[in-house]
């Protein structure tokens, strides 16, 4: 949370001053140290704003990447579970198949039927 203040604060402060057309226009001066002293200013403003556009970018940049890889590893997992679900359908295919009804029918049978002897020796 605290991020995402600190990121609308800087992009406050990257377009505090700009107006459309460019940059506020100060009042012309008749000096000309004064107006060289506004160059420099305007000018140090600038390479601040600048410096925070390359860092902002860099944090962009950092996500970006940090949620490719989570894609990646999302879409390796579906994969996995692609192939787990298939083996498991061909497995269902093989069991419900109409052939071998007969033979699960025996095996349901022999199991509950095994069940009771137990069931009946134990008690």
Do not use: C, W
Not at 14 to 43: K, M, Q, T, W
Not at 50 to 76: A, C, F, P, W, Y
Request: proline content about 2%.
């Amino acid at each position: 949370m605290n991020a995402r203040r600190e990121l609308r604060n800087n992009r406050v402060a990257l377009f505090d001053g700009i107006e459309e057309g460019g940059v506020r226009a100060s009042p012309s001066y008749s000096s000309h140290e004064i107006e060289e002293h506004d160059n420099e200013a305007a000018l140090e403003g600038l390479q601040d704003r600048v410096l925070l556009l390359k860092r902002l970018t860099g944090d962009i940049n950092e996500e970006v990447e940090s949620h490719n890889r989570m894609l990646d590893r999302m879409g390796n997992d579906m994969d996995s579970s692609r192939g787990v679900l298939s083996g498991t359908m061909d497995r269902f295919k093989t069991v419900f198949d109409p052939k071998s009804r007969p033979k699960m029918f025996s095996l349901v049978a022999l199991f509950v039927t095994i069940f009771f002897i137990v069931y009946y020796l134990t008690r």
